[in-house]
């Protein structure tokens, strides 16, 4: 392989920034660290990610052999790095955010032209998506990564998540956008939606860069975006060893190119290996998750904004355990100087305050993975992706939903319980079934039993009937027939509503970017 086919553009995820402000954002969603046990059932067992797993990747040479995992434990940061998060005191004084303002279409860019010489676009520019209403007390945070360090020119965004916050909930949903969505750029051209920032730097739009970004998004999309934060790659890798690595889930095996350590020269393509995943439970440094984050190659973008959506959540999850939410003042003091923003200390604060609830009532993941089309630019070749509207709802449905609770969400119903009885020979298998179950607003609980070995799955559910059991989406989590769940009415007091017994042909490794809507059932 040479070395100059690798990507030079890094990709981000948002570790600074969301680790300090995000907290109030996203929680814990996908941490498979269940409830203490006086808030669950009798049987619950609490389990806690390991730190280190039972299979170690090991990397090989030739591409598409898949490697032999160790037993050695998963390399990490030191438990004590020399840069640990410290608490200190937290203040007292909680600032005032200032007014959230609602965005509006710039009518003069939308129109006119930023440039007398643009030429006639080859893609007919659409018209402007009606823009969503969103409903009170919900706030729109764009969430960036760029490809450069901040303040350097030419920048593309290619990582862009919007988090809608209700208040009301308090719940919270996230959508990624991929770069490669062909947009108008309002009062420009019709480009990919990564170089909309730069395209403001460029031609100096009154609200810069990241006003034509919002203005894109919101003429695209319809979708009002009140804050961004922006934040580079530098600091991923020292706030993963700084939080002593991270526990990720990978449901998924994952193999692409790496380098053979972080030191070597990116230009010689002897220090690139292939490196490979096996599901499994990580504890992850930050090289590797940095790699695990931006991999592209064997995959795809879609896929690689799931992951950055995961490591977020991951490194979420961390920041609770550490404690780091009531040190928000602190950090924030510590780390402002590495985010580009326009969220006050008062809206942090006040945005970090809903965290214990939204971790209770969950969030809901978008993608927009089958609401696009492959497109190839004429005149440059280049292969570029088109929302799909015309004909089709998907994209406005699922955009819609960014303004709706999840579905399962606690705040609207009594949970979920899923016990989770592992049957087969792989303890990281039942962690990996819990994880996605949360993914899904399901409460699981694994058990402490230990049965003999099982080949294949079986699902039970306790209760006079399936109304309101979602059994359509949870047999959709196990890659089961609806019709092969058991039905028990016989024993109106067992302490969960689904037992699953997990069996050698168990793959956790579901499409999740296709995964069906958990749309709120009567």
């Known amino acids: 392989m040479n070395a100059r086919q690798f990507p030079a553009r890094l990709i981000v995820s948002l570790t600074v920034l969301l680790v300090i402000v995000a907290i109030g954002l996203l929680a814990w969603q996908n941490s498979t660290t269940l409830r203490a046990q006086n808030t669950l059932p009798t049987r619950a067992l609490s389990v806690a990610l390991p730190t280190a797993t039972n299979g170690q990747p090991t990397a090989t040479t030739t591409p598409g052999q898949s490697p032999t995992p160790d ?60 823009t969503y209403e969103v409903p009170p007390n919900t706030t729109n ?68 860069g990241i006003g034509l970004l919002k203005q894109t998004i919101l003429y695209n999309f319809g979708i009002p975006i009140h804050y961004y934060a922006r934040v580079d790659f530098d ?75 995961q490591i977020l959540r991951a490194l979420l999850n961390q920041s609770v355990d550490l404690d780091m939410l009531s040190q928000v003042p602190t950090l924030w003091s510590a780390f402002k100087n590495e985010v580009d923003t326009d969220m006050d200390i008062g809206l942090i604060l006040q945005l970090a305050a809903l965290a214990p609830a939204i971790r209770e009532n969950g969030i809901q993941n978008l993608y927009v993975g089958g609401k696009v089309e492959s497109w190839v630019v004429p005149s440059s070749g280049a292969q570029v992706l088109l929302p799909i509207w015309a004909g089709n709802d998907m994209m406005e449905e699922t955009l819609r939903r960014l303004f709706l609770p999840p ?25 990996l079934a819990a994880d996605n179950l949360a993914t899904h607003g399901f409460v699981p609980v694994i058990s402490p039993d230990e049965p003999q070995k099982k080949t294949v799955t079986q699902i039970s559910y306790y209760g006079a009937n399936f109304k309101g059991s979602y059994n359509w989406l949870l047999s959709w989590i196990f890659a089961q027939y609806r019709s092969s769940i058991e039905l028990v009415t016989d024993n109106p007091d067992y302490p969960y509503d689904y037992k ?12 999740e970017l296709f995964a069906p809507q958990a749309f709120l059932e009567q």
């Open 71 to 130: 037993q050695s434990p998963t390399p990490g940061p030191s438990l004590t790095p020399s840069n640990t998060f410290t608490p200190s005191p937290t203040p007292t004084l909680t600032p005032t955010p200032r007014p959230q303002v609602a965005p509006t279409l710039d009518a003069t860019i939308a129109i006119g032209t930023l440039l007398p010489e643009v030429p006639t676009p080859e893609t007919p520019i659409p018209t402007a998506v009606p």
């Open 141 to 208: 945070i764009l969430l960036l990564g760029s490809d450069t360090a901040i303040g350097e020119e030419k920048t593309r965004t290619d990582t862009i998540i919007i988090v809608a916050i209700n208040r009301d909930g308090p719940t919270a949903s996230i959508i990624s956008l991929p770069r490669d969505l062909y947009v108008y750029i309002p009062g420009s051209i019709m480009n990919r939606l990564n170089t909309a920032l730069a395209r403001g730097e460029e031609k100096e739009y009154e609200g810069g």
């Open 235 to 309: 600091g991923f890798q020292d706030v993963v060893n700084a939080a002593g690595g991270v526990d990720v889930s990978v449901s998924c095996r994952l193999q692409d190119w790496r380098l053979k350590s972080p030191e070597l020269n990116l230009e010689d393509p002897d220090n690139w290996e292939q490196f490979a995943l096996e599901p499994g439970i990580y504890h992850m440094n930050g090289d590797l998750a940095l790699w695990y984050a931006r991999s592209r190659l064997s995959t795809s973008d879609f896929d690689r904004g799931r992951r950055q959506q």
């Open 407 to 431: 579905a399962l969400s606690r705040a609207n119903r009594v949970p979920i319980y899923v016990e989770i009885i592992n049957a087969t020979a792989n303890p990281d298998l039942a962690l």
């Open 500 to 511: 699953v017994i997990l069996g050698d042909d168990y793959n956790p490794c579901r499409p």
